[in-house]
């Protein structure tokens, strides 16, 4: 059996300013650093270990990361960074705030582009000041690889070909795995883990900063998953992530 944990990244500035973030890099709150060294400190305590890291490139997931590996006295542990891993681009709507995104377009279409499968939101323009073509971490890309949006299956296009090539390939090396990313890049994750439709997907919110376990077999299919600690707060956690798309 294998065992893979995947945390998503603990609250944001933008988080807590309830903005569309995407691949803009922003930092954590104290929260979310306190959420972070929660998370590590669950993982030592249940006796969690690991071999190898993985995080995205941008810094909400790497001082996650960070600040749990060193509640483990893991801080030694090797890091390998993707931009495959990254948030879901977020378009045109990077840096607006998601209620009042709702009042003015209404929370269904808010809704669709949350949380639809393959609806993405409205493209940002090459030359606007928030498009990341021009930022040296991209630099290794071809200008098309860096999206302008994204919707969820270009994000599960572009994080199974890690996952095979790198993570999965990793754990059946033997090495024990941990993946700090985010929101949109877990539920791509967990999209295909899981097999869920296009539809179910709608439903999926991910908290910040609790670690989520999967049990797989020879094959990597889960046998099962769950979150670490008290599963209500969890929950609580993840039904608060979907009301960032409500008015108030
Ligand atoms: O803004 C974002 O990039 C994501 C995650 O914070 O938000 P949402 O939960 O709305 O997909």
Redesign the pocket.
């Known amino acids: 059996m294998y065992q893979l944990v995947l945390i998503r990244h603990g609250e944001?500035t933008?988080?807590l300013e309830n903005?569309?973030?995407?691949w803009t890099d922003v930092d954590l709150t104290p929260t979310g650093v306190s959420q972070a060294m929660a998370a590590g400190k669950l993982l030592k305590a249940e006796g969690f270990d690991f071999d190898l890291c993985y995080t995205s490139v941008l810094k909400r997931a790497i001082h996650t990361l960070w600040y749990a590996l060193d509640e483990m006295d893991r801080a030694w542990l090797p890091v390998v960074k993707s931009w495959r891993l990254n948030?879901?681009h977020?378009g045109a709507l990077q840096g607006l705030n998601?209620a009042d995104m709702v009042r003015q377009y209404g929370e269904e279409q808010v809704l669709i582009w949350?949380?639809s499968y393959d609806t993405p939101p409205p493209a940002l323009d090459p030359a606007d000041a928030r498009c990341e073509r021009g930022d040296p971490r991209y630099a290794k890309l071809k200008p098309e690889e860096v999206p302008l949006t994204e919707c969820l299956k270009d994000t599960v296009a572009r994080v199974l070909p890690f996952w095979e090539e790198s993570i999965a390939r990793a754990m059946k090396a033997g090495q024990r795995v941990l993946v700090v990313a985010?929101?949109?890049s877990i539920r791509a994750l967990v999209t295909h883990l899981d097999n869920i439709s296009d539809s179910d997907i709608v439903g999926l919110?991910i908290p910040n900063g609790i670690p989520l376990v999967y049990e797989l077999d020879a094959e990597l299919r889960p046998l099962r998953h769950y979150y670490l600690g008290d599963a209500e707060a969890a929950e609580r956690a993840a039904a608060a992530?979907a009301s960032?798309?409500k008015s108030c």
């Open positions: 944001s933008w988080n903005r569309f973030t995407g948030e879901r977020y998601k949350r949380r985010h929101g949109n919110n992530v960032q798309g």
